[in-house]
């Protein structure tokens, strides 16, 4: 499929700004790795939550959680439950994150999407499932300026779950 002008545009730029990045705390756990993307606390528990009534299923099921910078673990979680920061939206960190943690499959909750780590990740075959999408995670400037990008974003994700009829409208 060929990007939209504005997708490729977004792309140039992620790639032109890159950091080194920050390499994870832990390593990655034997078994299967379910990555949880949560732009909030509330959202990371609901995927905390989820997994561990899979683990009764999967033992082997473990969850690594990435949210943005300056959402702090919930006291509740347990140490089996990998936190990390969500690497910044350049494909460097992006390519250093999945080949750090290499996960098999991806919840991402909310909206908040960041292109470049979303385009990453496709081009890894690893599946994305956006869940519990709301109006919000779509209402940043981004979205509005470059036209188009979010349908392309969008199509990477095997299956999208609005939260509410508006939200299924806005998508």
């Known amino acids: 499929m060929a990007r939209s002008l504005s997708l490729a545009a977004y792309l140039a730029l992620a790639r032109r700004a890159s950091n080194p990045g920050v390499r994870p705390k832990r390593e990655r756990p034997k078994g299967a790795l379910i990555w949880g993307v949560a732009d909030s606390a509330a959202r990371a528990s609901a995927l905390a939550q989820l997994i561990a009534r899979l683990r009764h299923l999967r033992p082997d099921v473990h969850l690594l959680l990435t949210v943005p910078a300056g959402i702090q673990k919930p006291n509740h979680l347990g140490d089996d439950v990998l936190w990390e920061v969500l690497p910044e939206d350049q494909f460097d960190e992006?390519?250093?994150f999945l080949a750090d943690w290499r996960p098999d499959f991806c919840l991402w909750t909310g909206g908040h999407l960041r292109p470049a780590l979303v385009?990453?990740?496709?081009?890894?075959?690893?599946?994305?499932h956006l869940v519990d999408a709301d109006e919000d995670g779509f209402d940043e400037a981004l979205w509005r300026w470059l036209p188009n990008m979010a349908r392309e974003v969008l199509s990477h994700f095997e299956t999208v779950f609005a939260n509410s009829a508006n939200a299924a409208a806005r998508l």
């Open 94 to 96: 992006a390519q250093a």
């Open 119 to 128: 385009l990453s990740t496709s081009e890894k075959n690893i599946p994305m």
